[in-house]
């Protein structure tokens, strides 16, 4: 026989339900940073693809699918679409087993300078009320409720 059913939780603002109010602003921030990264003929995907490829020079897709979470499939198209504009190159093939190396041309450096200076002008137009401290707090918080959100329930709710 089922136990008594919990309350529901009392009433409050939706606004002030932060899970519904972080869907909103990341909602509106990824729009706004794709229509940047637009400006460059890139994703966002691709931004963060090029980020990581500058970073690691010779990084093989299946390093950078796990660091943005996505298929190692889906990341072998993103890396054949930049390759295709000549944003980046491959190694060549070192056979079976053995991690084909990602790296930026130099017209990807170019592209991904410019795209870096929007990312830059669009994190001081949204961000740059907070103080540095602010910012490094909230991009704490923020991965600490990442973390949580990944982690199974575990009957707080």
Do not use: C, W
């Amino acid at each position: 026989m089922p136990g008594p059913a919990e309350p529901d939780p009392p009433t409050f603002a939706l606004d002030e339900v932060l899970g519904y109010l972080l869907g909103r602003v990341a909602h509106v921030l990824e729009h706004g940073f794709t229509d940047l990264m637009a400006a460059e003929g890139l994703t966002v995907r691709q931004f963060g693809i090029l980020n990581h490829v500058a970073r690691d020079p010779g990084i093989g897709s299946a390093e950078i699918a796990r660091r943005l979470e996505i298929t190692p499939q889906s990341m072998g198209d993103q890396v054949e679409t930049l390759r295709r504009r000549g944003l980046v190159v491959r190694d060549p093939d070192p056979g079976p087993g053995r991690k084909i190396g990602v790296h930026l041309t130099e017209e990807g450096a170019a592209v991904l300078s410019r795209a870096r200076r929007l990312a830059a002008a669009y994190e001081r137009h949204t961000t740059g009320h907070l103080s540095a401290a602010e910012r490094t707090r909230l991009a704490g918080d923020l991965h600490e409720i990442l973390r949580r959100a990944r982690a199974p329930l575990d009957g707080d709710a």
